[in-house]
């Protein structure tokens, strides 16, 4: 089953897919927000579009698992436009520092800053390998 990640931002929203066997993460596409509504659905056809079975939702959450800031709520607020726009399971995991985590891979890889790309798309990869590597995907719903 493939998984979908989405990170999303004030601007711009990151997707990331997952192989089929849900073991590797990789950078999917980055979308420009426009209004929740509309953004969840352009995901739901883009999570149709490559046979997508769950999506993961970045958010920012504090020690305690809480939502930690307005950028937060609003990302619990698209999942949940996600959910109903595209009736897959939508589960929100914990994005903090996947930004700088993205921007710290592609220095170590050599990066010259003027020819990066939008780093939402790897900070979404971040989020699904996190998601990945935790033994996540498989589990059942509650």
């Given amino acids: 089953m493939r998984i979908l990640a989405v990170d999303p931002g004030e601007k711009f929203i990151g997707l990331a897919i997952s192989d089929p066997t849900g073991t590797i993460a990789g950078p999917l596409a980055v979308?420009?927000?426009?209004?929740?509504?509309?953004?969840?659905?352009?995901?739901?056809?883009?999570?149709a579009e490559h046979g997508v079975?769950?999506?993961?939702?970045?958010?920012?959450?504090?020690?305690?698992?809480?939502?930690?800031?307005?950028?937060?709520?609003r990302a619990?607020?698209?999942?949940?436009?996600?959910?109903?726009?595209?009736r897959l399971p939508v589960v929100l995991w914990d994005e903090t520092g996947s930004t700088q985590k993205a921007l710290e891979a592609w220095a170590m890889m050599g990066t010259a800053r003027r020819r990066q790309r939008r780093p939402d798309a790897v900070a979404a990869t971040v989020i699904l390998q996190s998601y990945l590597d935790a033994g996540a995907p498989f589990t059942p719903e509650p």
């Avoid at 927000?33 to 953004?39: C, L, N, V, Y």
């Avoid at 769950?54 to 307005?70: H, K, M, N, S």
């Avoid at 698209?78 to 595209?86: G, H, T």
């Fill in 76 to 86: 619990a607020n698209l999942a949940a436009a996600l959910q109903k726009a595209s």
């Fill in 53 to 73: 079975g769950r999506i993961v939702v970045g958010q920012a959450t504090d020690a305690a698992g809480q939502p930690t800031t307005l950028q937060a709520r």
């Fill in 31 to 47: 979308l420009r927000h426009r209004a929740r509504e509309t953004d969840a659905q352009a995901i739901a056809r883009i999570a």
